[in-house]
Each structure stands twice: as structure tokens, then as C-alpha cells.
């Protein structure tokens, strides 16, 4: 069996499957870990052949899941972002510095149609924008969680923790309700901005591609992929019916980088 691993800022997910075909990836289930401990309890009851990992986090943590999953399997896989891969180019001039959660999910979605946006809303959201198979490039800013810890860096504003709850033009009469009501109307101004002015950010590369006679075609619409612990929140709530919730986008993505057939 293979274990596909996606320690992200604030989680610890893990995939079994039995192959890295897409069929494999959308019939498996993924568990969520609270500690490495955890990891290895889960990982006492398996026998893997293969490990591949996406993880986000700093050198130190890598290095203590490198040694507690090499003790169940002798190939263990870190995925690095690279300046191409399966046939999608990336969009940095320095790849390694684009976090390799965001590179496999451009990589997953890439096939997924001509053009395709990639939001995922997590500790920061982050925005990507893919055209035939090359990324552009996006915008990473602060989600939730971030945005209400720095307020509690200010003397005054303590405001309690609390889940996102559908307040879009709610006045707050709490310094909690006021906190909550404006983040959340910041993040759906946002979300809602990049869904209305989405050609504006595209235009331009269409217009230079179709100077360079670009041969595949470009449907009208993106393909909008929204992935993350909060996506499914904002996909049943912004005034948009064309949005796509894909819950496995970086195993998939982790699949298909790791896979002969890219």
C-alpha cells in the first residue's frame, strides 16, 4: 500500500491507497492526525511499500516525520516544487519558494481545462491562476486564523475564537461580533472580487498567447477549484453557482507528480 502524507500549517493528513491513479485517489478517505504520535499509531496497523509526503512545515518537523515514517517504509518521498512538472510550468523564477501544497494542487488542476483558478483557504488563502498548463502565478493573503490573532496583538481588541458563521453584512455590538463580521466581510469581499474580475487578470496572457498563435483553445470561463479546510464554506456561500469544491486536490496532485503517467 502507499501512504500519501499532507502536513499543512495547522494539520496532518494521510491518504492509503492502493495505486496513484486518480480512480484510487477519489475512492480513499483521508484521516486527519492531531500529533505524530497519532501518525504512528495509524501507521502500527499498516504495511506500506511507499510514502510520498507534501509538507509545508520547517526543516526540524521534517526531519522527526522522515524518522518516525522510515521506520515503517524504506522509500519515503518528500514532493519538491519544481520549475516544471507533468507537463505544467511553474511560475516563479525561484519554484522552491512556491509551497509545495500550492504546486501540486496547480499541478492536479491543471488538466482539469484550459484555463482553471485554484483558490485554497487554509491559514492563508491563496489564489492561482492556471493557463494552458502554465502557471501565472496569484496572490497569498491572510485567512481567518491569521487574520484574527493579529488582532489580539492590540491592547484593547481581545474578541473570542469562534467559527465562520454566514454574517456578510452583520454590525457587530461585541468587540467579538465586530472582529468576526469584518473578517468575514473582508475575506467574502475578496473571494467575490476575484470571481467577478477574473478576466481582467487573465486577459492579458490570452491576448499575448493568441499574438504567439497559441493552438490549444480557451474556453470563455475558468474551471474555478476551491481546496482547503475553509473552501467549503465560501463555495455554499458566495453568489456564484461555477464553483468547484475538490477536498483532495493535494493528494491528487501528490499522486499525479509521483505517478509514470503525468
Known amino acids: 500500500m502507499i501512504l500519501l502524507v499532507d502536513w499543512g500549517n495547522t494539520f496532518l493528513k494521510a491518504m492509503l491507497v492502493a495505486s496513484l491513479n486518480k480512480e484510487s485517489i477519489h475512492k480513499a478517505t483521508s484521516v486527519r492526525l492531531e500529533s505524530l504520535q497519532q501518525l504512528k499509531d495509524y501507521c502500527d496497523k499498516l504495511t506500506l511499500n511507499q510514502v510520498l509526503i507534501s509538507s509545508v512545515r520547517c526543516k526540524d518537523d521534517n526531519e522527526q516525520l522522515w524518522s518516525i515514517l522510515s521506520a515503517y517504509c524504506e522509500d519515503v518521498v518528500f514532493a519538491k516544487t519544481s520549475s516544471e512538472a507533468c507537463g505544467v510550468i511553474c511560475a516563479y523564477d525561484e519554484p522552491q519558494l512556491l509551497g509545495i501544497d500550492r504546486w501540486l494542487g496547480v499541478i492536479a488542476a491543471a488538466s482539469y481545462a484550459s484555463q482553471v483558478v485554484v483558490i485554497s483557504v487554509g491559514s492563508a488563502v491563496t489564489f492561482d491562476v492556471i493557463l494552458n498548463q502554465k502557471h501565472l502565478g496569484g496572490h497569498i493573503i491572510p485567512g481567518w486564523d491569521l487574520l484574527h490573532a493579529s488582532l489580539q496583538k492590540t491592547g484593547q ?7 465562520l458563521t454566514n454574517q456578510f453584512y452583520q454590525l457587530g455590538q461585541s468587540t467579538t461580533d465586530c472582529v468576526h463580521a469584518g473578517i468575514h466581510y473582508l475575506l467574502r469581499t475578496y473571494l467575490d472580487g476575484l470571481v467577478n474580475d477574473i478576466n481582467q487578470f487573465i486577459q492579458p496572457y490570452i491576448s499575448q ?15 474555478w477549484v476551491f481546496t482547503g479546510g475553509g473552501a467549503e464554506y465560501w463555495v455554499n456561500h458566495l453568489d456564484t453557482p461555477k464553483l468547484n469544491y475538490h477536498a483532495k486536490l493535494v493528494f491528487e496532485g501528490l499522486a499525479k507528480r509521483f505517478t509514470e503517467i503525468c
Do not use: D, G, I, N
Not at 157 to 163: I, P, Q, S, W
Not at 216 to 223: A, D, K, M, N, V
Open 209 to 223: 498567447q493568441s499574438m504567439q498563435k497559441e493552438k490549444r483553445t480557451l474556453q470563455e470561463e475558468p474551471y
Open 157 to 163: 481588541v481581545r474578541a473570542e475564537h469562534r467559527e
